[in-house]
């Protein structure tokens, strides 16, 4: 049997690092596992770094059940970097609140990982329901973990009950299209639907599959969980859930739709262009009364899903490589954002948005990175959200729904809305104390370095483009 | 086919009414005295104590979760176990690396005291 | 004779039962029973698909397995959640989770 292990390097060395991590957790005592984090994240960069030489390999393995392509190469490198800025921004929030568990951080979050790049590698639906659940069983262990946070546990139930749910719908839909199709591979059933035949069974199926996908994602109407979770997690685990769970998610979805199930595009397409503006609607107008900034964000997150289903409702190599880059986009802003969180909740504060009134004043560098993350998930000119939006419109434009870019459009000014009332109140409002906040070395470098990029990419985002481009090549 | 699922259908009604016809038998033929030591719940012949819906102590429930994660997985034994000749030392060397990582998650559990009685 | 039909049909009355009772009961625990019930439904699924379908391949069996062990892990965290969630509040009633809402 001779298997090709060099394809899957990336998985290989997170896997073995998890259980290094694991292994030296059982060792040490409880207080001195910060050195725990320092080797995750080297481990982490060192996969990066992999990843990226390893952009341009193909090559399927297990007899097609693992896909290795520019795609899911895209979106582990993807998840790794969320990966990597969770871990540096959260160590110091899970000593401090959860004292101790500083090494099972790490390596569930390592599990977690393995099971996202797994996700965007799977071919075959076996691999792609075994990845989904160490995903997501890693990550209800996270929620809940930090059982002294407030609340942490039932947001662990409220998720682990839903996500159960979900992916037993999602496991009738998977077997079902396995039934039509007589196979679970998702290049065979590509071959099967392309003879032309659509049972029943096979529709019912699909309907399963976008339920259950639709609920990773966060879309209306499954997206009853989000705000929740997002609230009663640890900070550190709702910024990594709120990119790279979701990333991986979405890459799969895109994968299972476009690659398996592209020959009856005129059966699904309806339902995902519904689900898309419910989700961009309901996410923008919800977000307006919310007074936790984690629940503004969740909802934000909701809306954000929704404009990257435009790239699916797209249908082209412009719309996925438009997702794509907003993606990606979306978890420098996103990691911005709850990286200001995190270190202000590390300095006493709370979740309320009013009390992050005069924040300009106590740390202009944490107002700072909220301030550009926020505008630059909005769509302003000239920070790197609006690049993104602006690629999505232009890729659904093409395809003829005028109306549809006029609704996201329209959504997306109310979304400026209430980002700037986080702004005005971080701006134009008086702190009820004047103590300046502290930013610890990790932070404040992985803050600045959001910071940049979505500054950067903004003014110059043509190398991400061009590589995305070529990454959703993998498609058409 | 069906004729054999009616040889099924007919043993299933002579079991039912045997086990019918023996009750009433007996409810026909008993004496009926009844008195208040007879009436109570039987328990071995014990007294009975308290009510059915009692709380167990959690410490059985920690050593039923990790009872019930370690004996799942032996299902992945049976099909290798089958097979094992015929796959060969691939699988072999698969299947310990499989099994180093559940001797890995026991160490955590023991480490963690999920073993001890508390 | 039974046929495919009967399976798909009993797999899809307890895919019902559970999906009904996932919906409807409080108790987190008869929850997570009910999504065993909504699982198991789906191993008949791939059972009878395989055995009816492609008898010399057996994806649909190995998938079967795949599931059972995952639904395994998935109650055990569940589980302990309850648990912990036991000792917090001393009830596990879904309705009385009501401290994060809007």
């Not at chain 3, 039962?17 to 191993?43: D, F, H, Q, T, W």
Request: proline letters at 3%; a neutral charge; charged letters at 10%.
């Amino acid at each position: 049997m001779g298997v090709n292990l060099t394809l899957i390097t990336p998985e290989l060395v997170v896997t073995g690092l998890a259980f290094v991590v694991m292994i030296i957790s059982l060792l040490v005592p409880k207080d001195q596992k910060k050195g725990l984090a320092y080797l995750s994240v080297f481990g982490l960069i060192t996969t990066l770094v992999i990843l990226y030489l390893m952009i341009d390999v193909q090559g399927t393995l297990f007899n097609g059940m693992y896909v290795v392509d520019a795609f899911g190469s895209f979106l582990k490198m993807l998840v790794v970097l969320s990966s990597l800025m969770a871990i540096i921004m959260g160590v110091q929030y899970v000593e401090k609140f959860i004292t101790g568990f500083v090494g099972e951080f790490c390596f569930l979050v390592l599990f977690a990982t393995l099971g996202m790049m797994t996700l965007v590698s799977a071919g075959d639906f076996i691999t792609l329901y075994v990845a989904l659940e160490l995903m997501t069983i890693s990550f209800i262990i996270l929620v809940g973990f930090g059982k002294r946070i407030f609340r942490a546990t039932e947001a662990a139930i409220k998720y682990l009950l839903l996500s159960a749910f979900s992916s037993g719908v999602l496991l009738y839909g998977l077997t079902l299209v396995y039934g039509a199709a007589k196979t679970t591979n998702i290049d065979g059933i590509m071959e099967y639907i392309a003879q032309g035949e659509t049972p029943p069974v096979l529709l019912l199926g699909i309907v399963f599959l976008i339920s259950g996908f639709g609920f990773k994602v966060s879309a209306v109407p499954f997206h009853m969980w989000t705000p929740d979770v997002y609230e009663g997690a640890p900070t550190p685990v709702t910024a990594l859930l709120s990119v790279a769970s979701k990333g991986a998610a979405f890459g799969v979805f895109m994968r299972v739709f476009l690659k398996a199930l592209p020959g009856n595009v005129e059966l699904w397409m309806p339902v995902i262009i519904a689900i898309t503006v419910l989700t961009i609607l309901l996410g923008n107008f919800v977000a307006i009364p919310q007074k936790n900034i984690k629940r503004l964000l969740a909802f934000s997150g909701v809306a954000q899903a929704g404009y990257m289903l435009l790239g699916l409702v797209a249908f082209s190599t412009v719309g996925v490589s438009a997702a794509l880059f907003y993606a990606l986009m979306y978890v420098f802003c996103n990691m911005g954002a709850f990286g200001v969180v995190i270190a202000f909740s590390q300095a006493g504060g709370s979740d309320e948005i009013q009390d992050y009134n005069g924040l300009w004043k106590r740390s202009p560098f944490l107002a700072a990175v909220m301030l550009v993350s926020l505008l630059s998930l909005a769509g302003i000119p000239p920070l790197v959200g609006f690049v993104g939006k602006f690629q999505l419109f232009k890729a659904i434009m093409e395809q003829g729904y005028v109306w549809l870019v006029f609704v996201a459009l329209g959504m997306s000014m109310v979304s400026v809305y209430y980002y700037l009332l986080v702004a005005k109140a971080m701006y134009l409002k008086d702190p009820k104390e004047n103590t300046p906040i502290k930013v610890p070395m990790g932070m404040q470098i992985t803050l600045l370095a959001t910071m940049i990029i979505t500054l950067f990419l903004g003014i110059y985002p043509t190398p991400l483009t061009n590589l995305a481009t070529q990454v959703a090549k993998t498609f058409f | 086919m069906l004729v054999q699922y009616t040889i099924i259908g007919i043993l299933f009604l002579g079991a039912l009414a045997f086990g019918a016809f023996t009750i009433i038998l007996s409810r026909l033929l008993q004496p009926h005295r009844p008195y208040p030591e007879k009436l109570e719940t039987y328990e071995c012949g014990i007294k009975t104590q308290g009510t059915a819906w009692v709380q167990f102590k959690t410490s059985y429930f920690l050593y039923a979760l990790v009872f019930l994660v370690f004996d799942i997985e032996t299902i992945f034994l049976y099909p290798w176990a089958v097979k094992f000749q015929s796959l060969g030392l691939f699988a072999i060397i698969e299947m310990f690396i499989f099994l180093i990582i559940l001797i890995i998650g026991f160490w955590y559990a023991w480490k963690e005291g999920a073993l001890e009685w508390r | 004779m039974i046929t495919l039909n009967h399976y798909l049909l009993l797999s899809a009355i307890l895919f019902c039962i559970g999906l009904y009772g996932a919906l409807s009961k409080r108790n987190a625990v008869a929850i997570l029973i009910c999504i065993e019930l909504m699982l198991n439904a789906v191993n008949i699924n791939l059972v009878a698909f395989t055995k009816f379908l492609t008898p010399e391949v057996l994806t649909g069996q190995i998938f079967a397995i795949f599931v059972i062990v995952v639904a395994a892990c998935e109650v055990a965290v569940g589980l302990a959640i309850v648990i912990a969630i036991y000792r917090d509040r001393s009830s596990v009633v879904v309705e009385n989770l009501d401290w994060l809402k809007w």
